[in-house]
């Protein structure tokens, strides 16, 4: 059973076409949920941890929010530098669970 | 600081051998965390420590792999033997506090098990 899962799987955006990413999870006993961000090649990059239902946290055009289901990543604006693959992660008790990712390609 | 530190970046290996990958997390950092990532399984915690202790190793997939942490500043991740399955990257990480887990990752070392 998948305790994260991110949606879409890619996604391609024009430079200014604003968009969400999603990340559900199922875990019961969330201590928080984290996004990153990982280029080719190299190792992720923390961007944000979440708490609570209702908490949001922002980051140049990055916004992320979260609820009891689930946390959306907003890109504002994006440009080809926010070009990457953002993970999702969320820390249950004392377990960690990655979902598989969302690849984002701007466009210019 | 120069951030997590690993090595080596790329380890290309015969199955059956014996393979040691190293981490030098952050100073001050008291948790330590292995990673593996491939394209079909995604990113995965096989192992973390906190203060040198193993917490956590439900992760490491069979008894070949083996970690340990003989000091705060050096963590080794061993498979023993190797197999062509094994082949992925593996990340350390290192974070300060368990809880909010703004984790900094290392480069990465891309293992290849021939």
């Known amino acids: 059973e998948d305790q994260v899962t991110q949606s879409p799987e890619a996604l391609r955006l024009q430079e200014g076409e604003s968009s969400s990413l999603n990340c559900s999870y199922t875990?019961?006993?969330?201590?928080?949920l984290f996004w990153y961000r990982q280029d080719p090649g190299k190792g992720p990059e923390f961007l944000f941890t979440?708490?609570?239902a209702g908490e949001e946290k922002e980051k140049e055009r990055l916004k992320a929010t979260l609820t009891k289901k689930e946390s959306f990543l907003h890109i504002t604006a994006p440009k080809p530098e926010d070009s990457a693959t953002y993970l999702c992660?969320?820390?249950?008790?004392?377990?960690?669970?990655f979902g598989s990712g969302t690849k984002l390609n701007v466009k210019p | 600081d120069a951030g997590v530190i690993q090595s080596p970046r790329h380890e290309v290996t015969e199955m059956g051998q014996e393979v040691t990958l190293r981490c030098k997390p952050i100073?001050?950092?008291?948790?330590l965390f292995w990673y593996r990532q491939t394209m079909m399984r995604g990113l995965e915690l096989l192992i973390y420590f906190n203060n040198n202790v193993p917490i956590d190793d439900s992760g490491m997939p069979e008894d070949r792999f083996s970690a340990k942490m003989p000091n705060a500043s050096f963590s080794t991740l061993k498979i023993q033997p190797s197999e062509p399955r094994d082949s992925a990257v593996y990340f350390c990480?290192?974070?300060?506090?368990?809880?909010?887990?703004?984790?900094?990752f290392g480069q990465g070392t891309r293992l290849t098990v021939v």
């Open positions: 979440l708490y609570s």
């Open positions: 990480a290192s974070s300060s506090t368990l809880s909010s887990t703004e984790a900094f």
């Open positions: 100073s001050g950092h008291d948790y």
């Open positions: 875990v019961s006993g969330l201590r928080g």
């Open positions: 992660a969320v820390h249950d008790f004392n377990k960690f669970y």
